[in-house]
């Protein structure tokens, strides 16, 4: 299994930035997948979920209505569109194969991450 996100960078508040992750030796649109991070001291966090055929999404409280998962099955593809940007969003994101169910912050597999800074 291997997760290769990218599209991370530094953007000001109020903007927007969409990362991507590739994902390859597993069947992918058999799984749910998510979208974690981790700000600097601070605990992974559970930010996105998408199932398996892309028809449900989850989002957490601090990104929802901000955020976007979405998944190109044919294409092995998840996704992560970011806007409103503020500083507490900085962070490593990562995207991750869950074990359960896609609101889960636990994983069996997870990429190197995509670094995130946003600057007020």
């Known amino acids: 299994v291997q997760l290769v996100e990218s599209g991370g960078g530094s953007a000001q508040a109020g903007g927007s930035l969409r990362l991507s992750c590739a994902a390859s030796?597993?069947?992918?649109?058999?799984?749910?997948m998510t979208w974690v991070r981790q700000a600097p001291g601070k605990g992974l966090e559970w930010v996105s979920g998408?199932?398996?055929?892309?028809?449900?999404?989850y989002y957490a409280d601090s990104v929802k209505g901000r955020f976007t998962i979405s998944r190109d099955n044919a294409k092995n593809m998840l996704y992560l569109q970011m806007n409103t940007l503020n500083a507490e969003d900085t962070a490593m994101y990562y995207c991750?194969?869950?074990?359960?169910?896609?609101?889960?912050?636990?994983?069996?597999?997870r990429g190197q991450g995509t670094q995130v800074t946003v600057s007020s």
């Open positions: 030796g597993f069947t992918f649109d058999l799984y749910a």
């Open positions: 998408i199932e398996s055929g892309g028809g449900r999404t």
């Open positions: 991750a194969r869950p074990t359960g169910r896609p609101y889960s912050l636990t994983y069996n597999y």
